[in-house]
């Protein structure tokens, strides 16, 4: 048996073991004990980004009402989890968890995020464990989440509105040949075709249908163009006008949607229809030319 050095260095891992015992435990699903900064944003970004995973999942598979109940679970989820690990928090630097409560004041629930916790042990318990480089990398996704979040909140409702235009504009593109029906007929005639039949077109509006437009219809030589079940849900059903007006020289002008009367010209029609009036369409939506 070989003789051993009662002065050598031990050989076991009893300074980890010591080391491991002066951390504390990490409890999510709890209000005792301390969390870090780091942690305290982490696990914060992480529950938001799982919850709109799920939802968004949720949403495609089972519909949208199964998505709204999953999100209200997962708001009082969330709503509980970040109390108990605002708690821990004001553990960390020893403070009361009554101090939790600063987190619903705008700005100064920012106070969580920066003040550090004891560097030792406090009346809350054991130092929390070193972050991992999960906890780093999760912590780091704050800053990118929330430039990629003021981009969505401009980008989203700017190129909604972009689609719903082009939607419409597919109305003005097929309205073009009623309109000139319109006009060689009251070239002929010197009169507003009273409908479809009398501009010379099939009498089924539908025909003049698109993939976003349901029907063209011309009424006492008024464009109607409705827009279908295809087009975006703020348009469908709804109408585009576009007026007729004879100027001085005889030529055919036309007043688009909420656009004003063109100057020096009169109506084809002496009916009380004015474009303006029939377009229901939000001017937001409308092209240019057809916008007040």
């Given at each position: ?13 009893v ?5 491991d015992?002066?951390?504390g ?12 900064r ?11 980004l ?12 089972a519909?949208?009402?199964a998505a ?14 970040s109390i ?13 968890g ?24 406090n ?5 929390p ?13 704050l ?12 980008a ?12 419409v504009?597919?109305?003005l ?19 507003a ?15 003049s ?31 585009l ?19 004003a009367a ?20 939000d ?10």
């Amino acid at each position: 048996m070989q003789d051993r050095n009662p002065y050598a260095s031990p050989r076991s891992q009893v300074a980890d073991a010591a080391g491991d015992a002066d951390f504390g435990e990490i409890r999510i699903f709890s209000a005792a004990g301390r969390l870090g900064r780091l942690r305290y944003i982490g696990y914060g970004m992480g529950l938001w980004l799982v919850l709109s995973l799920v939802v968004g999942l949720v949403a495609a598979v089972a519909g949208e009402q199964a998505a709204g109940m999953l999100t209200l679970v997962g708001y009082l989820l969330i709503f509980v989890v970040s109390i108990m690990l605002t708690i821990q928090r004001s553990h960390d630097f020893d403070t009361s968890g009554w101090l939790s409560l600063l987190m619903f004041v705008p700005l100064v629930n920012l106070i969580f995020w920066f003040i550090p916790g004891t560097p030792g042990e406090n009346r809350f318990g054991k130092r929390p464990p070193p972050n991992s480089v999960g906890v780093v990398l999760l912590a780091c996704i704050l800053p990118f989440v929330f430039v990629v979040g003021i981009l969505a909140a401009i980008a989203i409702p700017a190129y909604q509105d972009y689609t719903i235009r082009a939607q419409v504009t597919e109305g003005l593109n097929l309205a073009a040949v009623a309109k000139a029906a319109v006009a060689e007929s009251f070239e002929r005639l010197d009169v507003a075709p009273a409908d479809r039949t009398e501009a010379g077109m099939s009498p089924d509006a539908g025909d003049s249908s698109g993939t976003y437009v349901d029907s063209v219809d011309i009424d006492r030589g008024m464009v109607l163009v409705t827009y279908g079940s295809a087009a975006n849900t703020v348009i469908a059903g709804k109408v585009l006008a576009l007026q007729p007006y004879v100027s001085s020289d005889k030529s055919i002008v036309w007043r688009c949607g909420e656009s004003a009367a063109p100057r020096g010209a009169v109506a084809m029609s002496d009916g009380s229809m004015t474009a303006s009036l029939v377009t229901d369409i939000d001017p937001r939506h409308l092209p240019s030319a057809c916008r007040p």
